[in-house]
């Protein structure tokens, strides 16, 4: 059932820099995840599955691809009274400049906000999380919360990417810093050793990091955005309205991760082949959505295929692919060997060459090993991509292939000929 007492705003501008190269043409929340869905889809999920149905998603970088996907999407129907709405960034008589921030983002848009419901959900674009936001609602009116922070455990090697904050036994927010990187408030910041646990990777978790998901009383969100001048929520409003506001922090229990790395964003994807994910894209009564394609069910001819994931309108040939995720139309020829890898797939299937041979995907006798292939890559034959030299970060090549953190990255379109050694 909807409920029109809350209006979702998602922050979807960011340029998701240390995504490149995977960012180069698109903003992060358009970047593919899971096979064949896009990372703004889990949001838009999650409040659809809750019943918010008055949706806002705030763009800037790169926005043409997400906006495209968003249009096809998410389309209500005349008689549900709700909508998926897209703001993008623009220059008016009024307005002059771009988004500066979080906070800015929110504040150039807040006449277009005068109509929402009392409660406003800002969500980010590019996590990864399923959140029953209904509960998360009703824990901000049972506290008679002017702000609520949703938070999770997180461990000392994730402190410098998060905010982290102080609470009390009744979950008040006490102070917050945003990304600190000085030991000494850092350690400030770590929770007594008898309330740690061990997250999902056996890390001891230390602090208390906010999601970046925040729940505001509306009225309370336009004051603070007009008596403010600050530009980001999270460095500056955040800290600054704890003083004047109840801030409560809302304890989530489940997966949650921020991709924002490639090593994050495939470390995320390899979780994903696994018999029992973190993150379950199968769950049918909390689906996530995205673009109906109708698309051929997957074929394969001889292929040998373990924990791995393959979307439909693949067509695989005598191949083996072991820890890995195929997207949707990827062409993999015979002979070819796939090892903890994501191929991205394809947005259209390629007119045949004179060969007979698709020329978008992989050729045939390839060996790909710990690697990202954007869509639309035409790799020829007899190509091994196994970061040979044991490279942990290379800088874009004559391909503008890239390494991080020991991963090959293959952006959008490359074309790879055959025999290639890297």
Not at 96 to 121: I, M, P
Not at 232 to 242: C, E, L, N
Not at 277 to 285: I, R, S, T
């Amino acid at each position: 059932m909807s409920n029109p007492r809350v209006t979702s705003i998602i922050l979807a501008g960011g340029q998701g820099s240390r995504l490149h190269p995977l960012t180069k043409t698109r903003s992060k929340p358009a970047v593919p995840i899971g096979g064949k869905f896009r990372l703004i889809d889990i949001p838009i999920s999650n409040c659809l599955n809750h019943g918010i149905r008055h949706i806002c998603v705030l763009t800037q970088f790169a926005s043409e691809s997400l906006h495209r996907h968003i249009f096809q999407t998410y389309r209500m129907d005349n008689f549900s009274k709700g909508f998926v709405s897209v703001l993008a960034a623009s220059q008016t008589l009024d307005e002059k400049g771009w988004y500066e921030g979080t906070a800015d983002a929110v504040r150039k848009n807040l006449s277009n906000f005068k109509q929402a419901g009392e409660t406003v959900l800002l969500l980010s674009g590019d996590h990864l999380y399923r959140m029953d936001f209904e509960n998360f609602v009703n824990f901000h009116y049972e506290k008679k919360a002017d702000l609520t922070l949703s938070v999770i455990p997180v461990p000392r090697s994730t402190v410098s990417e998060l905010g982290v904050l102080k609470m009390d036994s009744n979950y008040k927010v006490l102070d917050f810093v945003e990304k600190p990187k000085d030991d000494k408030i850092i350690k400030d910041f770590e929770i007594p050793a008898k309330l740690r646990t061990k997250d999902s990777r056996g890390e001891e978790t230390t602090h208390v990091g906010s999601m970046g998901i925040y729940l505001f009383n509306k009225n309370v969100l336009f004051d603070i955005l007009e008596k403010y001048d600050h530009k980001d929520f999270g460095k500056q409003i955040i800290p600054a309205a704890i003083d004047n506001y109840n801030v409560y922090a809302y304890p989530f229990e489940g997966y949650w991760e921020d991709i924002g790395t490639i090593k994050a964003f495939f470390d995320a994807h390899m979780a994903l082949t696994a018999n029992k994910p973190p993150f379950n894209f199968y769950d049918q009564n909390r689906p996530i959505f995205t673009h109906a394609r109708f698309l051929p069910a997957a074929k394969f001819s001889g292929s040998r295929i373990d924990s791995s994931i393959i979307c439909e309108g693949s067509m695989i040939g005598d191949a083996v692919i072991t820890d890995s995720i195929i997207g949707v139309r990827s062409i993999i020829g015979s002979g070819s060997s796939l090892s903890r890898v994501i191929f991205m797939g394809a947005d259209y299937y390629d007119s045949e060459d004179t060969s007979g041979h698709s020329q978008l995907g992989i050729g045939k006798k390839c060996q790909i090993k710990n690697a990202i292939l954007d869509k639309d890559v035409s790799i020829g034959d007899d190509v091994q991509l196994v970061n040979v030299n044991n490279l942990q970060n290379a800088e874009e090549n004559e391909l503008g292939i890239v390494i991080r953190d020991g991963i090959i990255v293959v952006p959008k379109g490359t074309v790879v000929p055959s025999g290639y050694v890297m």
